[in-house]
């Protein structure tokens, strides 16, 4: 049960440069999505890589960094309604309306991240998801989101002019390129030297300390990433389904992507999409018995904590033997009372 | 590691062939680990009924490891450690308690959210024969002016104290004390070696763990010597000269 | 004089009135999280939930078998808190050495327990009336003290300082208080922590079903009324830390009030002020204000 929350194939590449294996991951990821509209429907595989990317995002920080935050849903409706409310009311293309999405995203990760990051465990969960709620809030009242109608309709533009999107296909293979870039850019976040000190940081936070690493400001960094990178999920989102509305913001979608994280596998690399997959999968199947959806995910919440810790790509061909916490990790987390 | 002679003990019963006898420690090469590391090699060990033993050993040697192994605190272990006819070394720290071995730490473990009252009502009466309040304060008479102070507002020679008293009321016979004596002053340390001669007196067994020597061969009916985890000596304490260059020898005292 | 800064007396002491209720139930609800916190390590998210099935099982009391509000008050925690002792023994000590799974294992009960209700009752909320003895108030001059306002106020900050003193000043709150600052020692002494743990859930399961049955009659009865709240008890934590039960009831009901006064001077603020605090307080005293705090 410890290796829930532990980077799993990550944890073992601590060297600088892409390991072996990197291009194969990545061809064989661009193989199955180019092929994947002629077995499903197009409109769905959308929906799970716009979540899948929200969850690579997500993972970095509780997979990669091992903060669990509970606040993401932030990000990813703010995002999905900065995109929304720019091509609807000023008719801006998306190759801009995208990136001011992931903007808003990020600034609102530095100033939710600042305080988060003043405390440690259970209380950063709380402070994300209380920051969190406070958005929603703030999202309910204020005019340009709509309320309760969200922002709707809006022609879908093409992206710079060129790549037309107000088709199912076309929609599917550029949100699949934005996927591929977004997990490319998690991989190299990862395998950087940035990426180096946050896990020496989460293996051992007082020894990053004392080694003179401002370890507040590594992981500020590392949640402004994660924030913008929920926000490219959130802009794409929007942009591709022309809807941002206040469940994007609401703190199930927060839970949501922490589902999609913990049953792909936390630190994994495929572990997004297939968490996201199963997610969404589930909730279509699902969705005429409306509570259900809901009490399924709790179900699974509980599940997999118990029982299926390291998630599905974790569970299946994992490398990395004895997925422990660090002894020193494991000080700084539990109280002195336990054995 | 036993002496070859028929032990008997102090209240004259003769032992069976393992040297234990029923109400008695017995400790057979034991392996201890704290998660990877391996600190405790073929530890064996016996304490008679109404004996006091004392390790000794320098930092680290793996005493307090050997007392938390007694107590059930340390998990991964191999080798027997038997209580009586008990075998303990699969069971939790309340059923050791339960059993009838306390415990007196290190750190001795006072409660800042308890009153000095509070602290020493904590631990359950665990079977007859155990001091009455009364008693206590007769052998504690300053702890009875302080029974409304939080744990931690007592001085570290009270608290010791305090730490030893509480589990005088659960009736268990045999007790561990970890480091009784640590950076107490002389006046204090004579106090604690007072009480726990009246202990002994009483028929106690008690199993130390003393880095002041002195202290140790004022009480001590035995010594074993540890040396990183491994028990390298046992000899008792009759001649007190012959007992003191053995000391020297192992730590160079 | 009959108004303060452009408000009428009678609304700010009606919304005064309102945020010392919303106080006290903030002060309810962090007392037993940080009970539960400070001996089993978990973050009880279902506590939210747990509030809920409290005012649930008062109304199908009263629905069903025509049972009253006062035998509800008795039955729906022993109910709902017997559920919690089971939770805690089967699967919430199983998780407990880690504390991010303690909070991911009572999400999820809380999602279940949402979505069930939901699924058989239905999202509309379900109304619950005042009970005949506290129908009615009392006129003050300058406010309208309705009679079950003011025993709810009664109620639960009495229910606090019960508590409180359970915890302090008897033997079984010494046990508690020891478990909780060290329960591996405890466990030497031959004390039942595991025993102690599971009976601590259950009783802060049980507190926070007896706020659900106050509530009742006052919120309809709808499967999320405690999930909004548990958010804004989770900042009240933050502010107040659980390292202090006195610190959680003070934070509680001052957070309550604060929420009411911004409720009568500034509306729109209202429901997100408490957060306002919650970052004010990180920024300037990260570690709370009542310290005694691991992190």
């Known amino acids: ?339 | 590691m036993f002496e070859k002679t028929i032990k008997r003990s102090p209240a004259g019963v003769a032992l069976d062939t393992t040297g234990a006898h029923p109400a008695g420690l017995a400790i057979r090469e034991l392996d201890g680990w704290y998660d990877d590391s391996h600190v405790l090699h073929a530890v064996s060990l016996s304490v008679l009924p109404g004996e006091v033993v004392t390790l000794v050993g320098r930092n680290g040697a793996g005493k307090t490891t050997t007392l938390r192994a007694i107590i059930g605190l340390l998990r991964k272990k191999r080798g027997s450690i038997r209580f009586g006819s008990a075998d303990i070394g699969d069971l939790g720290p309340r059923d050791i308690a339960r059993l009838g071995i306390a415990y007196v730490p290190e750190e001795r473990g006072i409660y800042a959210r308890l009153n000095v009252l509070e602290n020493l009502r904590l631990p359950p009466v665990l079977r007859q024969g155990g001091m009455t309040e009364a008693q206590i304060f007769a052998l504690f008479p300053n702890l009875q002016e302080r029974l409304s102070s939080m744990g931690t507002q007592l001085s570290g020679g009270e608290q010791q104290m305090l730490a030893i008293a509480r589990v005088l009321r659960t009736g268990s016979r045999f007790i561990l004390l970890d480091e009784p004596t640590e950076g107490l002053a002389p006046v204090i340390v004579q106090k604690i070696r007072d009480t726990l001669m009246h202990l002994r007196s009483l028929g106690y067994t008690l199993l130390l763990v003393e880095q002041n020597l002195q202290f140790a061969a004022s009480i001590t009916d035995r010594y074993c010597v540890l040396e990183t985890g491994r028990v390298v000596d046992t000899f008792d304490n009759l001649n007190a000269h012959h007992a003191h260059a053995q000391l020297r020898r192992y730590l160079s005292v | 004089m009959s108004e303060l800064f452009g408000v009428p007396m009678t609304a700010l002491a009606g919304q005064l009135m309102l945020g010392i209720i919303n106080g006290a139930f903030y002060a309810i609800l962090s007392l037993g999280l940080a009970v539960v916190f400070g001996l089993l390590n978990v973050i009880n998210f279902a506590h939210g939930a747990q509030y809920m099935l409290g005012a649930l099982v008062a109304w199908a009391l009263l629905n069903s078998w025509g049972i009253s509000y006062w035998w509800s008050l008795l039955l729906a925690p022993m109910a709902v808190g017997a559920i919690g002792l089971v939770l805690e023994k089967f699967l919430i000590a199983r998780v407990a050495y880690d504390h991010r799974y303690g909070m991911l294992v009572t999400y999820g009960l809380a999602l279940i327990a949402q979505g069930l209700v939901r699924d058989h009752f239905g999202a509309a909320g379900l109304p619950y009336s005042v009970p005949e003895a506290l129908r009615g108030g009392v006129d003050l001059g300058f406010v309208f003290a309705p009679y079950y306002r003011v025993w709810v106020v009664a109620a639960s900050l009495t229910l606090c300082v019960l508590t409180y003193l359970c915890i302090e000043k008897t033997p079984l709150g010494a046990n508690l208080r020891a478990a909780t600052e060290n329960g591996a020692l405890a466990e030497c002494f031959g004390i039942n922590v595991k025993l102690l743990s599971t009976l601590t859930y259950g009783a802060a399961v049980a507190l926070a079903a007896f706020a659900g049955v106050l509530a009742a009659p006052m919120y309809s009865v709808n499967p999320v009324m405690g999930a909004d709240l548990i958010i804004v008890v989770f900042a009240v934590v933050v502010i107040g830390g659980m390292g202090s039960l006195s610190g959680a009831v003070v934070a509680g009901l001052g957070l309550g009030i604060a929420e009411g006064l911004t409720k009568t001077f500034y509306p729109p603020a209202s429901n997100i002020v408490i957060f306002i605090i919650m970052a004010v307080v990180l920024t300037l005293r990260p570690a709370g204000l009542f310290g005694r705090d691991k992190g």
């Open chain 1, 1 to 339: 049960m410890n290796s829930l929350l532990r980077g799993n194939a990550m944890a073992s590449k601590l060297r600088g440069a892409a390991p072996s294996g990197t291009w194969q991951l990545f061809a064989g990821l661009t193989f199955l999505l180019l092929i994947s509209p002629w077995f499903l429907y197009p409109l769905f595989l959308t929906k799970v890589l716009c979540f899948a990317l929200f969850a690579t995002a997500f993972n970095l920080l509780i997979g990669f960094g091992g903060l669990m935050s509970f606040g993401h849903a932030a990000f990813f409706g703010i995002a999905s309604y900065i995109a929304a409310y720019c091509a609807r009311t000023w008719g801006v293309p998306p190759e801009l309306a995208i990136p001011l999405a992931v903007a808003g995203a990020a600034v609102l990760g530095v100033l939710i991240g600042a305080l988060a990051i003043r405390r440690q465990g259970v209380y950063f969960s709380m402070i994300t998801l209380a920051l969190a709620q406070m958005v929603y809030f703030l999202c309910v009242q204020l005019p340009f989101t709509g309320g309760e109608d969200g922002i709707q309709g809006g022609v879908r533009l093409p992206f710079l002019g060129l790549f037309e999107l107000n088709n199912d296909w076309g929609s599917y293979y550029f949100c699949a390129v934005v996927f591929l870039a977004g997990t490319w850019f998690a991989h190299r976040v990862v395998h950087s030297p940035f990426g180096q000190v946050i896990q020496a940081i989460r293996d051992n936070e007082p020894r990053a300390i004392s080694l003179g690493y401002n370890v507040y400001r590594y992981k500020l960094t590392l949640f402004a990433l994660s924030a913008g990178l929920s926000g490219l999920a959130g802009g794409l989102k929007a942009t591709l389904f022309q809807v941002a509305s206040l469940p994007d913001v609401h703190w199930s979608m927060s839970g949501e992507v922490l589902l999609i994280s913990l049953i792909g596998g936390v630190g994994t690399q495929l572990g997004p999409l297939v968490g996201a997959f199963v997610v969404i999968a589930i909730e279509h199947y699902l969705a005429p018995f409306g509570s259900w959806v809901t009490i399924t995910q709790g179900v699974a919440f509980i599940a997999v904590v118990v029982l299926f810790p390291k998630g599905i790509v974790g569970s299946w061909g994992s490398r990395v033997p004895g997925l422990f916490r660090s002894r020193a990790q494991a000080a700084v987390h539990s109280p002195p009372k336990q054995d």
